[in-house]
């Protein structure tokens, strides 16, 4: 493990952040209903991906989502943050493997598709079908860093065929006989980094539609005995990425979505836990892929600093009383991607040292 000095270094979520890739929509398409889509949309939803499945995003989202992402850029290259972007692969171009054909999603959600554990870029295998290749967007960037001296450990692809999704899942259905049940199954590996969250030498992760025990043992044999990998699970019955349910924002601080965190692992007993207020609701209920909670989708700056959407007034108010400084930036034209600041960044560098916090 090398020190903060190395071109790639980023141990937590809160440490200063001086690199950090923010995504595009630029191309963006929208994906087909299939099971893996349908395991995690709002019923509210379906109607959209019924109309634009396999075809663009509409021009004025594209647009509106580049205006506020772009702005996102400006903010932390006013912060002193050096911001790097994704360069779009063609996303509307058929593909085909020898079991299935499909097109491509975006490169909005670097969060999604890359994690960092100290000096090492982890690329996640993925599981949805239009996901195959979206790590390819971030090619330039990751040569970049590998010939800068950052590690760079790409996980194994699952083909993705026949016997990977469940075909008798039913998302109407998600907890049967008490235990949760996933969309893909355990029979090849799979996880999309937006599953894990980090806290220094401790690492949290859920399994999910997308993310599964192989993936998660995979990652835990990889990242070497530095890092204590806890798989932990909450009361999300259709969950995708950990980042709106636990957002660690200091040493000992963590918020939580109270719907979904009932309780937390006895690991943060010593932590000061920061309850969400309830999100604000989106006036277009436009969340296709995603909950309200997308509130709480933050990115830190610093200890103190944290990004947020400028209509999330109560979360606002609510880290201001927690002692933090809010910087709020509009990001509501984001959300029906599938994400806020958080799934559409990815720091890259933050100073500081691998450290324990428990
Ligand atoms: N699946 C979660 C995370 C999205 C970024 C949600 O709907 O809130």
């Given at each position: 493990?090398?020190?903060?000095?190395?071109?790639?270094?980023?141990?937590?979520?809160?440490?200063?952040?001086?690199?950090?890739?923010?995504?595009?929509?630029?191309?963006?398409?929208?994906?087909?209903?299939?099971?893996?889509?349908?395991?995690?949309?709002?019923?509210?939803?379906?109607?959209?991906?019924?109309?634009?499945?396999?075809?663009?995003?509409?021009?004025?989202?594209?647009?509106?989502?580049?205006?506020?992402?772009?702005?996102?850029?400006?903010?932390?290259?006013?912060?002193?943050?050096?911001?790097?972007?994704?360069?779009?692969?063609?996303?509307?171009?058929?593909?085909?493997?020898?079991?299935?054909?499909?097109?491509?999603?975006?490169?909005?959600?670097?969060?999604?598709?890359?994690?960092?554990?100290?000096?090492?870029?982890?690329?996640?295998?993925?599981?949805?079908?239009?996901?195959?290749?979206?790590?390819?967007?971030?090619?330039?960037?990751?040569?970049?860093?590998?010939?800068?001296?950052?590690?760079?450990?790409?996980?194994?692809?699952?083909?993705?065929?026949?016997?990977?999704?469940?075909?008798?899942?039913?998302?109407?259905?998600?907890?049967?006989?008490?235990?949760?049940?996933?969309?893909?199954?355990?029979?090849?590996?799979?996880?999309?980094?937006?599953?894990?969250?980090?806290?220094?030498?401790?690492?949290?992760?859920?399994?999910?539609?997308?993310?599964?025990?192989?993936?998660?043992?995979?990652?835990?044999?990889h990242v070497g005995p530095e890092f204590t990998i806890h798989e932990v699970e909450f009361d999300d019955a259709h969950p995708m990425h950990i980042d709106t349910t636990i957002v660690p924002l200091a040493p000992g601080k963590i918020l939580v979505n109270p719907e979904w965190v009932k309780k937390l692992p006895s690991i943060f007993d010593s932590w000061e836990v920061l309850v969400a207020p309830p999100p604000t609701k989106s006036e277009d209920k436009a969340l296709y892929f995603s909950s309200d909670w997308l509130t709480i989708n933050t990115l830190s700056i610093?200890?103190?600093?944290?990004?947020?959407?400028?209509?999330?007034?109560?979360?606002?108010?609510?880290?201001?009383?927690?002692?933090?400084?809010?910087?709020?930036?509009?990001?509501?034209?984001?959300?029906?991607?599938?994400?806020?600041?958080?799934?559409?960044?990815?720091?890259?560098?933050?100073?500081?040292?691998?450290?324990?916090?428990?």
């Open positions: 493990m090398k020190n903060s000095l190395s071109s790639v270094w980023s141990c937590n979520e809160w440490d200063p952040l001086e690199e950090v890739i923010v995504g595009s929509v630029e191309g963006a398409m929208v994906p087909e209903f299939d099971e893996a889509v349908r395991a995690i949309t709002p019923d509210h939803a379906e109607p959209f991906f019924r109309e634009y499945g396999g075809k663009p995003f509409p021009e004025e989202m594209i647009e509106k989502g580049t205006q506020e992402l772009d702005g996102l850029a400006k903010v932390l290259t006013d912060l002193g943050v050096k911001v790097r972007r994704p360069d779009p692969i063609p996303f509307s171009v058929e593909y085909q493997t020898p079991w299935w054909k499909s097109r491509g999603l975006y490169a909005a959600m670097p969060r999604d598709v890359f994690m960092v554990f100290g000096d090492t870029i982890i690329e996640a295998p993925m599981a949805w079908r239009t996901r195959y290749f979206e790590h390819l967007a971030y090619r330039p960037l990751m040569n970049e860093y590998f010939e800068k001296g950052g590690r760079w450990l790409v996980a194994p692809k699952s083909a993705m065929a026949e016997g990977f999704y469940d075909v008798s899942y039913n998302p109407d259905e998600p907890i049967v006989n008490g235990e949760k049940r996933f969309v893909i199954t355990e029979n090849d590996i799979a996880f999309d980094a937006a599953d894990f969250i980090r806290c220094g030498k401790d690492v949290f992760v859920q399994k999910s539609n997308v993310t599964n025990e192989k993936g998660i043992e995979w990652v835990r044999r610093d200890e103190k600093r944290i990004i947020v959407e400028e209509q999330e007034q109560p979360l606002i108010d609510a880290l201001t009383k927690w002692g933090f400084e809010p910087i709020p930036i509009p990001f509501r034209n984001f959300y029906p991607f599938g994400g806020s600041v958080h799934c559409a960044t990815l720091d890259i560098r933050r100073k500081g040292t691998l450290e324990s916090y428990f």
